[in-house]
T-cell receptor, first 116, second 114 residues
Framework: AQKITQTQPGMFVQEKEAVTLDCTYD???????LFWYKQPSSGEMIFLIY??????QNATEGRYSLNFQKARKSANLVISASQLGDSAMYFC?????????????FGAGTRLFVKA | DTEVTQTPKHLVMGMTNKKSLKCEQH?????MYWYKQKAKKPPELMFV???????INESVPSRFSPECPNSSLLNLHLHALQPEDSALYLC?????????????FGSGTRLTVV
């Protein structure tokens, strides 16, 4: 069965420092996509970054990078040079072919607090 | 236009009321989704429409009724809701159901059932 696990309910980071948010996943499918979303207190979910299961290089989008370790089934999000506006809930998510790609499942989320 | 627009932003309704949530996108996306999110929890999938056809219904109670009148519009009709249905309702869209497409979410409707 599909599963996403985020073990850090809350994280603190000093402004301008880097932070890693952990995510492990489980799926029986060879084809899948991994995603990270940010949800500020306003409620809107914002798509940050995508990693495909066959991608050999780690995905990067500006200050966001995804540390993809396929053998360990982990897809950690690295945020470099943290900013106060990065304070939000972060969700790791996955889609796989078992459901025709229609379903995205989300982890429980990690609340990130950026300190000035 | 790279937005998903949801209306209303807030809704308070009684248990005997009928109301509708509306979601609109003009990005040409062919898959649209309704999610329900309780406080401090991840979003839970309710319905998926792909090319205007209902593809997934996650065993949602019949008091929630989705409708996709055209490729840009998605509605969620509400009737005889319970207080436990109070939540943030998020609409999302993606180019299609392909595995590599992230979702564009609307800002949600905060629903309170009294």
């Amino acid at each position: 069965a599909q599963k996403i696990t985020q073990t850090q309910p809350g994280m603190f980071v000093q402004e301008k420092e880097a932070v890693t948010l952990d995510c492990t996943y489980d799926t029986s499918d060879q084809s899948y996509g991994l995603f990270w979303y940010k949800q500020p207190s306003s409620g809107e979910m914002i798509f940050l970054i995508y990693q495909g299961s066959y991608d050999e290089q780690n995905a990067t989008e500006g200050r966001y990078s995804l540390n993809f370790q396929k053998a360990r089934k982990s897809a950690n999000l690295v945020i470099s040079a943290s900013q106060l506006g990065d304070s939000a809930m972060y969700f790791c998510a996955m889609r796989d072919g078992n459901t025709g790609g229609f379903k995205t499942i989300f982890g429980a989320g990690t609340r990130l607090f950026v300190k000035a | 236009d790279t937005e998903v627009t949801q209306t209303p932003k807030h809704l308070v309704m009684g248990m005997t009321n009928k109301k509708s949530l509306k979601c609109e996108q003009h990005m040409g996306h062919r898959a649209m989704y309704w999610y329900k999110q309780k406080a401090k929890k991840p979003p839970e999938l309710m319905f998926v429409y792909s090319y205007e056809k209902l593809s997934i219904n996650e065993s949602v109670p019949s008091r929630f009724s989705p409708e996709c009148p055209n490729s840009s519009l998605l509605n969620l009709h509400l009737h005889a809701l319970q207080p436990e249905d109070s939540a943030l309702y998020l609409c999302a869209s993606s180019q299609d159901a392909g595995l590599s497409y992230g979702y564009t979410f609307g800002s949600g409707t905060r629903l309170t059932v009294v």
